[in-house]
């Protein structure tokens, strides 16, 4: 009866968007089942309008867009410590991530024992504190690099870890250090191939840091978080429907721990849809500094109204009481809304909506 439903207008003028403004190739990144919005499908759509590079997180999601006819090229975002996963990705011809000595050996073994040479982009943790090697290593990893005989480095890249501000000193930092250390690459004698460090946020915000490659996801679901001036349009939302009507007296709870009262009798209606699917849920805020979490906090004191509200037959109906695992009450007293009437629910994320909720691109 829930659907998440992808608005395939809005996507393709976010592409286009997203097309217009880059000065380089576009990597589409699919982790997380394409950030809810469904891994095969939501490819088919890039590929079809002129996306032929993608990302994922898992060597699992590149095996299934293989399957499913994605012919570009795709990069394993996570380095593989794992001769097994390595065997796979140069079976598939996708694209390793090499973020450390041993990530490197694991797959020059790999494509030695199926006598065949593995591309990879080489990782450098400028900041970040997660895959790749340090700056100060690169000298080393040259030559280390370079006596590996089935490994070529056709890329090589850094992930930043605030690029959600122009004020943002460590992404000027991390961009610094990120060409400082191709330099070195390159007077060590490894050519770096094509470079990037661009998530959506730093694409929007630092065109000059574009490079031969920029890496997006959120953008393309116009979810971002700089202001948007760039007209990309938010993408999916939840469509259930009503299953339950009923009157209720005055001075009646409503759902746990007794935070909604009736203050005159009331009709209501009960919808299908809760935690479980995804409703309600805001991501984690507590990685960012205080600044930001006070921006958030006016965003939602701002959205609050709306969060508390989903709309039926076109009009904004509140919902009364705590958001349960499976179930919302909404207010129907002013409305002839009855059962099997629908409702739209916009303040969600795809993300968040459960992978058990079909998916419907209309
Ligand atoms: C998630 C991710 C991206 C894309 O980030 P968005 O902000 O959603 O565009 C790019 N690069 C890496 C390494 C990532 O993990």
Same mark, same amino acid.
């Given at each position: 009866?829930?659907?998440?439903?992808?608005?395939?207008?809005?996507?393709?003028?976010?592409?286009?968007?997203?097309?217009?403004?880059?000065?380089?190739?576009?990597?589409?990144?699919?982790?997380?089942?394409?950030?809810?919005?469904?891994?095969?499908?939501?490819?088919?759509?890039?590929?079809?309008?002129?996306?032929?590079?993608?990302?994922?997180? +898992?060597?699992? +999601?590149?095996?299934?867009?293989?399957?499913?006819?994605?012919?570009?090229?795709?990069?394993?975002?996570?380095?593989?410590?794992?001769?097994?996963?390595?065997?796979?990705?140069?079976?598939?011809?996708?694209?390793?991530?090499?973020?450390?000595?041993?990530?490197?050996?694991?797959?020059?073994?790999?494509?030695?024992?199926?006598?065949?040479?593995?591309?990879?982009?080489?990782?450098?943790?400028?900041?970040?504190?997660?895959?790749?090697?340090?700056?100060?290593?690169?000298?080393?990893?040259?030559?280390?690099?370079?006596?590996? +005989?089935?490994?070529?480095?056709?890329?090589?890249?850094?992930?930043?870890?605030?690029?959600?501000?122009?004020?943002?000193?460590?992404?000027?930092?991390?961009?610094?250090?990120?060409?400082?250390?191709?330099?070195?690459?390159?007077?060590?004698?490894?050519?770096?191939?094509?470079?990037?460090?661009?998530?959506?946020?730093?694409?929007?915000?630092?065109?000059?840091?574009?490079?031969?490659?920029?890496?997006?996801?959120?953008?393309?679901?116009?979810?971002?978080?700089?202001?948007?001036?760039?007209?990309?349009?938010?993408?999916?939302?939840?469509?259930?429907?009503?299953?339950?009507?009923?009157?209720?007296?005055?001075?009646?709870?409503?759902?746990?721990?007794?935070?909604?009262?009736?203050?005159?009798?009331?009709?209501?209606?009960?919808?299908?849809?809760?935690?479980?699917?995804?409703?309600?849920?805001?991501?984690?805020?507590?990685?960012?500094?205080?600044?930001?979490?006070?921006?958030?906090?006016?965003? +939602?004191?701002?959205?609050?109204?709306?969060?508390?509200?989903?709309?039926?037959?076109?009009?904004?109906?509140?919902?009364?009481?705590?958001?349960?695992?499976?179930?919302?009450?909404?207010?129907?007293?002013?409305?002839?809304?009855?059962?099997?009437?629908?409702? $739209?629910?916009?303040?969600?994320?795809?993300?968040?909506?459960? $992978?058990?909720?079909?998916?419907?691109? $209309?």
């Amino acid at each position: 009866m829930n659907k998440l439903l992808i608005e395939r207008n809005k996507l393709l003028k976010n592409i286009e968007i997203i097309k217009k403004y880059s000065r380089s190739k576009i990597i589409a990144v699919l982790k997380a089942n394409a950030y809810g919005l469904g891994l095969i499908e939501f490819a088919n759509i890039l590929q079809q309008n002129g996306i032929d590079f993608f990302a994922v997180t +898992d060597i699992k +999601d590149a095996l299934k867009l293989r399957e499913n006819g994605i012919s570009g090229q795709i990069i394993v975002l996570t380095p593989t410590n794992l001769p097994e996963e390595a065997r796979l990705i140069i079976q598939n011809g996708i694209i390793a991530t090499v973020g450390s000595r041993t990530s490197a050996l694991v797959l020059n073994n790999a494509a030695s024992s199926l006598s065949k040479t593995a591309s990879f982009h080489l990782k450098i943790d400028t900041g970040f504190g997660r895959f790749g090697f340090l700056p100060q290593e690169i000298p080393d990893v040259c030559s280390f690099i370079k006596s590996l +005989d089935n490994i070529q480095i056709t890329g090589t890249y850094s992930h930043f870890s605030y690029s959600f501000s122009k004020k943002s000193k460590t992404a000027y930092a991390q961009y610094n250090t990120f060409m400082d250390t191709i330099e070195q690459m390159r007077q060590n004698g490894l050519e770096p191939g094509l470079r990037h460090i661009c998530n959506s946020s730093a694409f929007l915000l630092f065109p000059e840091m574009h490079l031969d490659a920029v890496r997006i996801g959120s953008a393309f679901l116009g979810r971002i978080l700089v202001k948007n001036t760039y007209v990309l349009e938010r993408i999916g939302y939840l469509k259930s429907r009503i299953i339950e009507t009923k009157e209720l007296p005055k001075n009646h709870n409503i759902g746990y721990a007794n935070t909604y009262r009736t203050k005159k009798p009331i009709r209501i209606g009960i919808i299908p849809i809760g935690y479980a699917d995804g409703f309600g849920l805001v991501k984690r805020r507590d990685s960012f500094r205080l600044s930001d979490i006070l921006s958030y906090i006016w965003r +939602d004191v701002r959205l609050l109204r709306k969060k508390d509200w989903v709309i039926v037959n076109g009009k904004h109906v509140s919902i009364l009481g705590r958001i349960n695992i499976n179930n919302i009450v909404v207010d129907l007293t002013d409305t002839d809304a009855k059962v099997g009437d629908e409702v $739209i629910l916009d303040n969600i994320n795809p993300l968040l909506v459960g $992978i058990h909720v079909e998916r419907e691109y $209309i």
